[in-house]
């Protein structure tokens, strides 16, 4: 059964924190995303990964970074967190090449900077 | 950024009814996928749709990619309450490997 697991479901933090998200897939997915999910606004795309060290913006990654050193793990970067940064936040995985494959989900971190 | 507007944004029916949802955009897509995501989960792929024109059918969801392959319909026939979700479109860049989004429906059927 496929899987992406995000580290946390719920986290709060403090405005100016670092914040890392987490998100592991056990289906040697080449590709990988992150996405934030606001209410009216679908989600947006903040960053994506090809390939391990490989990284492409998206459309909204201002005030967010991304590390992918292995090719199962996708990490997401908050330098400082800001309020306008509590959002719900999705992973995803799907495999590589110019076909539309399938995007697999994770669960959600749902994040609130105070 | 190529953007995806559906509706409507809410819907609330009674069981048995039928609904259209509708994706629309100004860009034209080398596919489109169906998603719907239900509360405390990620989205779940429901179908993909990629010749213009296609109609696919999944048990009562009737999916359809318009044409021009800029819109795309999905269509519930004798709504349950198990629909009940958030039903997102997202159409694919050129490449094929990027998806944009769209604003999203958010389903109730009523038992």
């Known amino acids: 059964d496929v899987k992406v697991t995000q580290s946390s479901r719920y986290l709060v933090k403090r405005t100016g924190e670092k914040v890392f998200l987490e998100c592991v897939q056990d289906m040697d997915h080449e590709n990988m995303f992150w996405y934030r999910q606001d209410p009216g606004l679908g989600l947006r795309l903040i960053y994506f990964?090809?390939?391990?060290?490989?990284?492409e913006k998206g459309d909204i990654p201002e005030g967010y970074s991304v590390s992918r050193e292995k090719k199962e793990r996708f990490s997401l970067i908050l330098e400082s967190a800001s309020t306008n940064q509590t959002s719900m936040y999705l992973c995803?995985?799907?495999?590589?090449?110019?076909?539309?494959?399938?995007?697999?989900f994770g669960p959600g971190t749902r994040l609130t900077v105070t | 950024t190529q953007l995806l507007e559906q509706s409507p944004q809410f819907l609330s029916i009674q069981e048995g009814e039928n609904l259209t949802v509708y994706c629309n955009s100004s860009?034209?897509?080398?596919?489109l996928q169906w998603y719907r995501q239900e509360p405390g989960e990620g989205p779940v792929l429901l179908v993909t749709?990629?010749?213009?024109?296609e109609v696919k059918k999944l048990k009562r969801l009737t999916f359809q990619f318009g044409d021009a392959r800029k819109d795309s319909s999905l269509h519930i026939t004798a709504a349950q309450p198990g629909d009940t979700g958030l039903y997102l479109c997202a159409g694919a860049s050129d490449t094929g490997n990027q998806f944009y989004f769209g604003t999203g429906t958010s389903l109730t059927v009523i038992p």
């Open positions: 990964s090809y390939d391990v060290k490989m990284k």
């Open positions: 860009s034209v897509f080398s596919s």
């Open positions: 749709v990629v010749t213009g024109g």
């Open positions: 995803a995985s799907s495999l590589g090449g110019s076909l539309p494959y399938e995007q697999y």
